[in-house]
């Protein structure tokens, strides 16, 4: 009978919840970071550049062509298949896409639903109102920079595509600013971006240009993911982010 009580007795601290539990703030997720399309460009002073993205619609089975600089397609809805240099790609929901300057690549639009994409451009002055896609495409401009992108030195840098996703009540991210250039796209959710201390909300459709020397910071304050595109330019081998210095002292 003692056994017994013992054995209760055990079950039932088992039971409880330990005190320290409860309490335990769950720690972040972390930021997810995904390459959908990357290469390497050799040189980029010969003459300045620019960034520029467009979207472009076409319609079930339509058929267009696509020639310009270097950029990266990202499909948003539908599908779009990609024949360039002799090979065929089918980009779905999601997925991105390198076409390099001086090629053309013939697009040709899903059977299901209307195709839909965003093309992200680095392209010199002198081709910035050039239209990269044929009709019967349907294309809208979305952003160019004014200026050429600041800083860019001798040698090898790196041109990439990155989906960057936020969790929910992130905290924002230290100061920093970008060893190149990006441009961002808001996919979903709403982000906080704070730049001379000044935060403003950015939503799904945003377009916001980070040059080299802007220090700036994001979080996510919502309750359900960020989720944005960055479209980027560095020296290759450096990060493409760097932390803010800080203040000397006097």
Known sequence: MQLRTIGILL?????????GAAQ???TPSAIVRTVLA??????????PLHFKA????????EKSSLSAGDGILY??????EVSLDGETKTLNVGEGQFIAGGTTAALTAGTGAPSTFLHFLLVSAADLGLPAETPPAAVKELYRTVQPILDLKPG????NLTRVTFPAQMPSNPPHHRSGAALYFIISGNGANTVDG???TRGPGSLIYEPHTLVHQWGNPGNEPLVFLAFNINPEGVAAVLPEA???KP
């Open 11 to 19: 079950l039932g601290a088992m039971a409880l919840p330990a005190p």
């Open 24 to 26: 335990t703030t769950p």
């Open 38 to 47: 990357a290469t390497k460009l050799p040189i980029v002073i010969d003459a």
């Open 54 to 61: 467009v979207s472009v619609a076409l319609q079930p089975g």
């Open 75 to 80: 499909q948003m809805s539908g599908s779009t």
């Open 156 to 159: 090898s840098y790196d041109l």
């Open 198 to 200: 000044k935060t403003e």
């Open 246 to 248: 800080p203040a000397k």
